[in-house]
């Protein structure tokens, strides 16, 4: 099992920078997969960027890619999401989950993930 905390949201105009970290207990954290979901007002929790702990391979959503860039140092038992020109559409609740399951076919499946994080708020003003 393992318990999911995210930090570095926050409030940042268009255009600007953000950096979330998840740190994740448990002493397998390099056996599963980690992504990064997030959930507007009003909207379904969507995928963002997902990282596989074999070979590392990432994956994105399109409207992210080029922008957003997700990492992991398994040392640290962290994932991050590096976020930049941040625009206002990008404003949400940003969750990190995890699994050991999940495929390159499903990673961008939110009900493929156990394990889920509190969540932390990135609003980007226009």
């Known amino acids: 099992q393992v318990q999911l905390v995210e930090s570095g949201g926050g409030l940042v105009q268009a255009g600007g920078s953000l950096r979330l970290s998840c740190a994740a207990s448990?002493?397998?954290?390099?056996?599963?997969?980690m992504g990064w979901f997030r959930q507007a007002p009003g909207k379904e929790r969507e995928f963002v960027a997902a990282?596989?702990?074999?070979?590392?391979?990432?994956s994105y959503t399109d409207s992210v890619k080029g922008r957003f860039t997700i990492s992991r140092d398994n040392a640290k038992n962290t994932v991050y999401l590096q976020m930049n020109s941040l625009k206002p559409e990008d404003t949400a609740v940003y969750y990190c989950a995890a699994d050991t399951r999940v495929t390159l076919g499903t990673m961008s499946r939110p009900y493929e993930y156990d394990y889920w994080g509190q969540g932390t708020q990135v609003t980007v003003s226009s």
């Open positions: 990282i596989r702990w074999i070979g590392g391979s990432t």
């Open positions: 448990g002493r397998t954290f390099n056996r599963y997969t």
